[in-house]
């Protein structure tokens, strides 16, 4: 009987093995020679969320729920799973293969959930959406170009002077209101690091930005990009802070964890790995070539992407490095509104293990995700002027922002109907939106007079999307280990109880032969 409860342990354990790529840490990360975790690893880390079988029908959604089954064509490796060390010697013991149960507080019934209270709604949390408005370009003020919008950051209020154009002036309310002198450290600090918090307490947490094109998404998302570890550059954006503000935290806590990272562009309504393994290097110069992934369903209203590749990280330098690696291969155009365009959108997800002990000694691993979403600008093709690939790439581009307006409404005024099915984008993000995440907004807008139609929309859809209302829920996984002790404790006291019911039954069986 312990041997067929043990065997139903191990599979699951096994099983998480099958998908994700470890990279070795650059030589200036890798533990010293001495180190037993340098011995050469062959882990494939841990697989947050059970293997993506949709006839399992296992409740994964949207960017935040997304789990990656294993592509047949990679390299998948055999033999028993190898611990994943985080690479300070003291932390050795913490083994992605501990994590025995694979589900949310929600699914699984462990440990306790609990944000505000303990009723449906007191989870519940609204979408932040804080706004970001650019200053004028060197280019705009050559040309006097005048600025039309106009930020009060104490009062969180942004105002459109539709009075230029003898209309009565618009103002909106935001949770957080960033004017055109607001710098990259400060958006971080007070929209994004509470959310990097959450993370490391096991939510899955998703930051996008969204606005017209050139309206500074990318340079807010990303900025100036690390080239190597040392100080952070004034003008870095979200994703290199946040790899920072994680590793702080958890080297300062002196925690065991583990970590991997994903990235993605969707283009076209196409999906592709922007950091596909060098087997795929070929495809690297033709873009158009690239293999594409494909977005499943689970069967319970989430999605898996097949095929994406894991890889498991130790370091800040090295989040940085693919950071750099999974950007450049990103499709951008030279637009009449932006030198640089991105024309896709693009997701990178870092996914935490963190080993906690509770009181009473219990051993848990909290799971969080943090997506880091860059949207592509919805833009005017007749204002753009993009003609052939680019108007097409336009059209697919406005299509699936579309498709996120009507989400937006449709969750803003409680439709039965929600059209996340309509786009891959939407697919994605499902869990980010009316889901178990936590998520922020940060709507870019440009101050420019001559984008005033797209600021006004932009302005619109961020300020219906503050009332959207996540329930998020916490992830946490018992250790295997301790599920083991649990066992083999269960196991010990019906060893006891078996001996003492023989030796009971022996004793009377003598006691009434005797007579
Ligand atoms: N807050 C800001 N401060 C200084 N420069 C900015 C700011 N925001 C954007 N920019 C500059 O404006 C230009 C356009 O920004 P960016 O490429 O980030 O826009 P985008 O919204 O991502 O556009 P697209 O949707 O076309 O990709 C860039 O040159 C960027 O450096």
Redesign the pocket.
């Known amino acids: 009987r312990s041997a067929r409860l043990l065997a139903r342990v191990r599979p699951l354990a096994t099983s998480k093995f099958q998908n994700t790529r470890k990279r070795r840490p650059p030589s200036s990360s890798r533990p010293s020679p001495k180190s037993p975790s340098r011995i050469p690893q062959r882990s494939r880390g841990f697989r947050p969320n059970p293997p993506p079988d949709p006839s399992s029908g296992v409740a994964l959604g949207g960017v935040a729920g997304m789990a990656h089954t294993p592509n047949p064509s990679r390299r998948s490796w055999v033999g028993p799973p190898t611990p994943f060390l985080t690479p300070r010697p003291e932390r050795r013991e913490l083994r992605w293969a501990e994590a025995g149960s694979h589900s949310s507080v929600r699914r699984s019934g462990v440990g306790a959930c609990s944000i505000n209270g303990s009723n449906d709604r007191d989870r519940e949390a609204n979408v932040q959406v804080v706004l970001?408005c650019?200053?004028l370009?060197v280019e705009e003020q050559k040309a006097n170009v005048q600025s039309a919008v106009s930020c009060n950051d104490t009062k969180r209020e942004v105002t459109v002077l539709n009075s230029l154009f003898k209309q009565a002036d618009k103002t909106f309310t935001f949770d957080t209101v960033f004017g055109?002198k607001?710098q990259q450290r400060a958006i971080y600090d007070h929209a994004v690091a509470p959310i990097v918090d959450d993370v490391l307490e096991g939510y899955n947490c998703t930051v996008f930005?969204f606005?017209?094109?050139?309206?500074?998404?990318?340079?807010?998302m990303e900025g100036e990009m690390m080239q190597q570890v040392g100080e952070l550059p004034t003008s870095a954006g979200v994703m290199p802070r946040a790899v920072r503000h994680i590793f702080d935290i958890l080297e300062a806590q002196k925690a065991d964890y583990s970590m991997k990272v994903t990235f993605l562009e969707l283009y076209n309504e196409e999906i592709t790995d922007l950091l596909a393994s060098e087997d795929q290097s070929r495809f690297l110069e033709d873009r158009h070539k690239r293999p594409t992934l494909s977005l499943m369903e689970d069967g319970k209203g989430g999605s898996v992407i097949r095929g994406l590749e894991e890889i498991v990280v130790y370091s800040p330098g090295e989040i940085y490095s693919l950071l750099q690696h999974g950007s450049t291969r990103r499709r951008?155009a030279d637009?009449a509104?932006?030198?640089?365009?991105?024309r896709s959108h693009s997701v990178f997800s870092i996914y935490i293990h963190v080993k906690v002990t509770t009181t009473g000694n219990r051993e848990l691993i909290k799971c969080g995700r943090l997506n880091l979403v860059?949207?592509?600008?919805s833009?005017s093709i007749a204002r753009s002027g993009a003609k052939e690939v680019r108007a097409r790439e336009a059209g697919e581009l406005n299509k699936s922002l579309l498709t996120l307006g009507r989400v937006i409404t449709a969750l803003v005024e409680d439709s039965v109907h929600v059209p996340y099915r309509d786009s891959k984008l939407t697919r994605l993000l499902r869990e980010s939106l009316g889901g178990k995440a936590k998520t922020c907004i940060i709507a870019?807008v440009t101050p420019s007079v001559h984008c005033l139609e797209e600021t006004l929309v932009t302005l619109d859809y961020a300020y219906r999307a503050k009332s959207i209302r996540n329930k998020p829920e916490v992830n946490q996984k018992v250790c295997k280990s301790v599920m083991l002790k649990d066992l083999y404790k269960k196991m010990e006291k019906m060893k006891q109880g078996f001996l003492q019911f023989s030796s009971y039954s022996y004793s009377s069986h003598y006691h009434i032969g005797s007579h």
């Open positions: 970001r650019r200053p370009s055109p607001s930005a606005g017209q094109t050139g309206t500074g998404k990318t340079y807010t951008t637009t509104l932006n030198m640089q365009s991105s860059d949207l592509a600008g833009e870019t």
